[in-house]
């Protein structure tokens, strides 16, 4: 797969995730299953692994739930409310064991205990309890704000109004699961979709005395701030919860080994249809909370727990024609459109086909008749062929050689790391003026982890692109608010809310920014890299000088996680006169804040690199140790290295000799420790 492709596919993908995010949490009232859902997260998540130049910021990896309702007062939660990654399959849970084990560096034989918990399928709530008393209730909201349902979550009848209990923590905030079982669900089926829009719904009144009428349960399972902390594991915690009064799940085990894992969830998942409740699969935490400490998280997932999801469904149905997306990458995406079929209880009608090899490699054709899966992709995937069911009339699809939105002759990329040709096929988009990848990029511009702005989602984007009201992203900040008002589906109240919403965007730190302006290759991580070093808007304008630009992108090659890949791409947008135009005007639009960094800890204004594994951790979580104390990772020796650590296995001898020349500072893994320790 060529990169362009990649990126186009991957780009689908986040924004049909992102309608899904919609329906799920602010309606809860989703397209898809849950399944589906999953999947489609699971495939953009691959992809990310896969192509480390992926980034947006509405992926999985980098968001959790939805903007919360204008309904209720928003309050940011004490510690986010964050999501968790997935896995499908043993692989994908050996794989989870095996970065666990690589990032606490510990050998493959030490068993980690973990608690295993169901996952029901419900509204996540966030309690918090002072003296005992039950204060404050929220949703989970976007993991980082909340909606303060207090009240209605008061109407539930498993939640402890008031606690009195010896020894329970001055500030307690209990984390857990608001849902509806089945047999409940069966007496108001008729108002609702299903359990989870009956749980959200109810939540979501207004009224508490409507949210009383529903059967609502609720499951407690983690724990946010907890002032003091009397106890060292989850297990002790789920324990504590039972003895306070809350509902705990009684099917909760520890487990240890990839065997007991395995059967575990195999055992749950045969007992799920006769289970009480929607569960989808098994969440999985590393139980000791000195461990969980050292681990940490990764964007907005924790590196000590994982969702285990149950099998995938599927279904059949016959390709009726095959069609070509542009992302805003460039890369062409085959979408299948295929006759709707029912899969575990969502109509689909559109699947994926990822790429040219991918249709060459199944040997796809339009008429065929294809299984069908919903599960690793944002829109359902092509399996297979049935080719004893093959027509005479069906046809080969001949991938197009030419863009379908500009016409420019496409490519498909070398790739340096694996001396191939890339899979993704791409529209080079010379004249930086393909209107399929402009728009695109629009869509992306106005995501939540870039402007983020309220209201603005792709099909206003592509409601004002038709209308010629949008091209280029500081053409948002002119928009006629009066003309908008007297468009169909608009009224003067909408388009007041929508002026709001952009003016408020106006606010944007740096690093959102460099990511908003959907630069290829640089994703979220490697934004804040990016706002790292350059701190304000001004240093990063030196990039339109050409001069200052090439001393620039020099040191920036020193950068840990910046590459020549990134380097390049850099240099190759900001040549181009379109591109400088484009970030010139939308700077002058905008108020760009100054990036953020730790002004403290033991490392504050210090470069540090690594060479050579150490003893007693593992690189991964060194450099994860500096960050947070302020210091900046470097991947090369220069002279504005302030340490070189040299570990006692393998360093390169290259990099020991380089920081000799330049007189930098060397600590041997002793030494290091000891400055952890000052």
């Given at each position: 797969?060529?990169?362009?492709?990649?990126?186009?596919?991957?780009?689908?993908?986040?924004?049909?995730?992102?309608?899904?995010?919609?329906?799920?949490?602010?309606?809860?009232?989703?397209?898809?299953?849950?399944?589906?859902?999953?999947?489609?997260?699971?495939?953009?998540?691959?992809?990310?692994?896969?192509?480390?130049?992926?980034?947006?910021?509405?992926?999985?990896?980098?968001?959790?739930?939805?903007?919360?309702?204008?309904?209720?007062?928003?309050?940011?939660?004490?510690?986010?409310?964050?999501?968790?990654?997935?896995?499908?399959?043993?692989?994908?849970?050996?794989?989870?064991?095996?970065?666990?084990?690589?990032?606490?560096?510990?050998?493959?034989?030490?068993?980690?205990?973990?608690?295993?918990?169901?996952?029901?399928?419900?509204?996540?709530?966030?309690?918090?309890?002072?003296?005992?008393?039950?204060?404050?209730?929220?949703?989970?909201?976007?993991?980082?704000?909340?909606?303060?349902?207090?009240?209605?979550?008061?109407?539930?009848?498993?939640?402890?109004?008031?606690?009195?209990?010896?020894n329970l923590p001055k500030i307690l905030d209990v984390r857990g699961e608001v849902y509806i079982s089945k047999s409940d669900f069966k007496k108001?089926?008729?108002?609702?979709?299903?359990?989870?829009?009956?749980?959200?719904?109810?939540?979501?009144?207004?009224?508490?005395?409507?949210?009383?009428?529903?059967?609502?349960?609720?499951?407690?399972?983690?724990?946010?701030?907890?002032?003091?902390?009397?106890?060292?594991?989850?297990?002790?915690?789920?324990?504590?919860?039972?003895?306070?009064?809350?509902?705990?799940?009684?099917?909760?085990?520890?487990?240890?080994?990839?065997?007991?894992?395995?059967?575990?969830?195999?055992?749950?998942?045969?007992?799920?249809?006769?289970?009480?409740?929607?569960?989808?699969?098994?969440?999985?935490?590393?139980?000791?909370?000195?461990?969980?400490?050292?681990?940490?998280?990764?964007?907005?997932?924790?590196?000590?727990?994982?969702?285990?999801?149950?099998?995938?469904?599927?279904?059949?149905?016959?390709?009726?024609?095959?069609?070509?997306?542009?992302?805003?990458?460039?890369?062409?995406?085959?979408?299948?459109?295929?006759?709707?079929?029912?899969?575990?209880?969502?109509?689909?009608?559109?699947?994926?086909?990822?790429?040219?090899?991918?249709?060459?490699?199944?040997?796809?054709?339009?008429?065929?008749?294809?299984?069908?899966?919903?599960?690793?992709?944002?829109?359902?995937?092509?399996?297979?062929?049935?080719?004893?069911?093959?027509?005479?009339?069906?046809?080969?699809?001949?991938?197009?050689?030419?863009?379908?939105?500009?016409?420019?002759?496409?490519?498909?990329?070398?790739?340096?790391?694996?001396?191939?040709?890339?899979?993704?096929?791409?529209?080079?988009?010379?004249?930086?003026?393909?209107?399929?990848?402009?728009?695109?990029?629009?869509?992306?511009?106005?995501?939540?982890?870039?402007?983020?702005?309220?209201?603005?989602?792709?099909?206003?984007?592509?409601?004002?692109?038709?209308?010629?009201?949008?091209?280029?992203?500081?053409?948002?900040?002119?928009?006629?608010?009066?003309?908008?008002?007297?468009?169909?589906?608009?009224?003067?109240?909408?388009?007041?809310?929508?002026?709001?919403?952009?003016?408020?965007?106006?606010?944007?730190?740096?690093?959102?920014?460099?990511?908003?302006?959907?630069?290829?290759?640089?994703?979220?991580?490697?934004?804040?890299?990016?706002?790292?070093?350059?701190?304000?808007?001004?240093?990063?304008?030196?990039?339109?000088?050409?001069?200052?630009?090439?001393?620039?992108?020099?040191?920036?090659?020193?950068?840990?996680?910046?590459?020549?890949?990134?380097?390049?791409?850099?240099?190759?947008?900001?040549?181009?006169?379109?591109?400088?135009?484009?970030?010139?005007?939308?700077?002058?639009?905008?108020?760009?804040?100054?990036?953020?960094?730790?002004?403290?800890?033991?490392?504050?204004?210090?470069?540090?690199?690594?060479?050579?594994?150490?003893?007693?951790?593992?690189?991964?979580?060194?450099?994860?140790?500096?960050?947070?104390?302020?210091?900046?990772?470097?991947?090369?020796?220069?002279?504005?290295?302030?340490?070189?650590?040299?570990?006692?296995?393998?360093?390169?001898?290259?990099?020991?000799?380089?920081?000799?020349?330049?007189?930098?500072?060397?600590?041997?893994?002793?030494?290091?420790?000891?400055?952890?320790?000052?």
């Open positions: 797969m060529e990169r362009k492709e990649i990126q186009k596919v991957y780009n689908n993908k986040i924004n049909e995730l992102k309608k899904h995010d919609e329906a799920y949490f602010e309606h809860d009232s989703p397209i898809i299953s849950d399944k589906d859902y999953d999947s489609i997260k699971q495939e953009i998540l691959d992809l990310e692994k896969k192509y480390s130049y992926l980034k947006n910021k509405n992926s999985p990896s980098r968001k959790v739930g939805y903007e919360p309702s204008s309904k209720f007062k928003k309050v940011e939660h004490d510690t986010p409310m964050l999501s968790l990654a997935n896995g499908f399959s043993k692989e994908n849970i050996e794989d989870f064991l095996k970065k666990i084990k690589n990032f606490l560096n510990i050998n493959d034989s030490e068993k980690i205990v973990f608690s295993a918990e169901p996952k029901i399928d419900g509204i996540s709530a966030s309690l918090k309890y002072i003296d005992g008393i039950f204060k404050l209730g929220l949703s989970r909201g976007d993991g980082k704000i909340g909606e303060d349902i207090t009240n209605n979550l008061k109407t539930i009848e498993d939640i402890p109004k008031r606690i009195n209990m010896p108001i089926k008729k108002n609702f979709a299903n359990p989870r829009n009956a749980a959200g719904g109810s939540l979501r009144q207004k009224d508490y005395n409507e949210t009383k009428k529903i059967p609502l349960k609720f499951v407690a399972y983690g724990f946010g701030v907890v002032e003091p902390k009397n106890f060292d594991k989850q297990s002790e915690y789920l324990k504590l919860l039972k003895k306070w009064g809350f509902n705990t799940n009684p099917l909760n085990k520890l487990v240890s080994t990839i065997e007991d894992i395995e059967k575990n969830h195999i055992e749950i998942e045969r007992q799920r249809s006769s289970i009480d409740y929607d569960l989808d699969g098994l969440v999985y935490k590393v139980d000791d909370l000195k461990l969980q400490n050292r681990l940490g998280f990764v964007s907005n997932s924790p590196r000590w727990a994982i969702a285990h999801k149950f099998s995938a469904e599927k279904g059949f149905s016959i390709i009726k024609n095959i069609e070509v997306q542009v992302g805003r990458t460039g890369a062409l995406t085959p979408v299948a459109k295929i006759e709707p079929v029912n899969i575990g209880g969502v109509v689909v009608s559109n699947a994926t086909l990822h790429n040219e090899d991918e249709i060459n490699r199944k040997d796809i054709r339009i008429g065929d008749t294809v299984c069908i899966q919903r599960a690793g992709d944002v829109i359902p995937q092509v399996l297979y062929v049935d080719k004893e069911k093959r027509n005479k009339n069906a046809k080969k699809f001949n991938f197009p050689n030419k863009c379908p939105s500009c016409g420019s002759k496409t490519v498909k990329e070398f790739n340096y790391n694996t001396k191939k040709k890339d899979a993704v096929t791409r529209c080079p988009d010379l004249k930086f003026n393909c209107k399929e990848i402009l728009r695109e990029k629009l869509k992306h511009f106005v995501s939540k982890d870039a402007l983020n702005i309220d209201g603005f989602g792709k099909k206003i984007i592509q409601n004002f692109w038709d209308l010629n009201m949008i091209k280029y992203p500081a053409d948002i900040f002119n928009l006629n608010f009066n003309k908008i008002s007297s468009l169909d589906g608009w009224g003067s109240l909408s388009a007041s809310n929508l002026e709001k919403a952009i003016k408020k965007s106006k606010k944007i730190s740096l690093d959102k920014l460099i990511f908003s302006i959907g630069i290829r290759h640089i994703g979220q991580e490697n934004a804040k890299t990016l706002a790292k070093y350059f701190i304000n808007i001004k240093k990063f304008e030196e990039l339109y000088s050409k001069e200052k630009r090439k001393k620039i992108l020099n040191y920036l090659l020193e950068l840990d996680g910046i590459g020549e890949t990134q380097v390049n791409s850099l240099e190759t947008f900001f040549s181009n006169s379109n591109n400088l135009n484009t970030v010139s005007n939308l700077s002058k639009k905008l108020n760009v804040t100054d990036f953020k960094t730790s002004k403290s800890g033991i490392f504050y204004g210090k470069t540090i690199m690594f060479t050579g594994g150490l003893s007693k951790m593992s690189r991964a979580e060194a450099k994860a140790f500096v960050e947070k104390e302020g210091g900046k990772i470097l991947g090369t020796a220069s002279k504005k290295l302030d340490y070189l650590v040299v570990g006692d296995s393998k360093p390169t001898t290259k990099k020991v000799e380089k920081a000799k020349q330049l007189n930098i500072k060397i600590l041997d893994e002793n030494s290091w420790y000891g400055l952890l320790n000052r």
